[in-house]
């Protein structure tokens, strides 16, 4: 594929339910971002990743918020016991390496809390 | 927090017609980059200027920056219906900080 996938499309969790959303990077992109979107708004930042390494977490909301790129390649965004307000639609980005560049963005999984 | 502001908020114009879209941002930047996003769909990429840039083109779009005013504006030129989007402008601090978009529509 030559674009970010992301799985599922869409997600539908009863509150407090743990979800995890799937992020498969372009082959090759060193870093991997994701982004948080409510309805309306501009995408707003979670975590970042340069392989493996997550080297910025600052806008992750809350500690039930978790994400991981074990091998620098697949990334995972856990939300455990999930809230009405975690429905948003979650976008995850890749680009090429370092800071500063194009990010390419997956079409992002709409989450929504019941 | 969202870092940068488009105006307006929501634009309706003809197809044919051109189409201009204003984003202010608080900080200084790396670069800027404007976003377009189809409903229910991901961002793509349109282009990026950098801090020392003061105007870029790509095809139909035209991006003016000013980094005194720290402000920048994206010119669609000859809309068509395609066109209809939203269209976010973000600040590249390593992570991208948006702004709450303008929604575009191209009447046929």
């Known amino acids: 594929g030559a674009g970010v996938s992301q799985s599922p499309r869409y997600k539908v969790a009863k509150r407090g339910q743990d979800v995890a959303l799937r992020c498969d990077p372009i082959s090759g992109h060193v870093s991997l971002f994701w982004y948080q979107q409510a309805l309306g708004q501009g995408p707003e930042f979670l975590t970042y990743?340069?392989?493996?390494?997550?080297?910025?977490k600052s806008g992750l909301p809350s500690d039930r918020f978790f994400a991981e790129r074990p091998e620098g390649s697949v990334s995972t965004l856990k939300i455990q016991r999930t809230q009405q307000e975690d429905s948003a639609v979650y976008l995850c980005?890749?680009?090429?390496?370092?800071?500063?560049?194009?990010?390419?963005f997956g079409p992002g999984t709409r989450l929504t809390v019941l | 927090s969202q870092q940068g502001e488009e105006d307006p908020q929501a634009l309706s114009i003809q197809e044919g017609e051109n189409a201009t879209m204003n984003c202010s941002y608080k900080?200084?930047?790396?670069?800027l980059q404007w976003y377009r996003q189809n409903s229910g769909r991901g961002l793509v990429h349109l282009i990026l200027i950098r801090s020392n840039e003061r105007e870029k083109h790509s095809g139909r779009l035209r991006v003016t920056l000013d980094t005194s005013k720290k402000s920048s504006s994206l010119l669609i030129t000859a809309s068509r219906a395609a066109d209809t989007a939203s269209y976010f402008c973000?600040?590249?601090?390593?992570?991208?900080?948006f702004g709450s978009g303008t929604q575009l529509t191209v009447l046929p």
């Open positions: 973000a600040t590249d601090e390593g992570q991208l900080t």
């Open positions: 990743f340069q392989n493996e390494a997550q080297l910025d």
């Open positions: 980005a890749s680009s090429w390496a370092g800071d500063y560049n194009e990010q390419f």
């Open positions: 900080t200084s930047i790396n670069n």
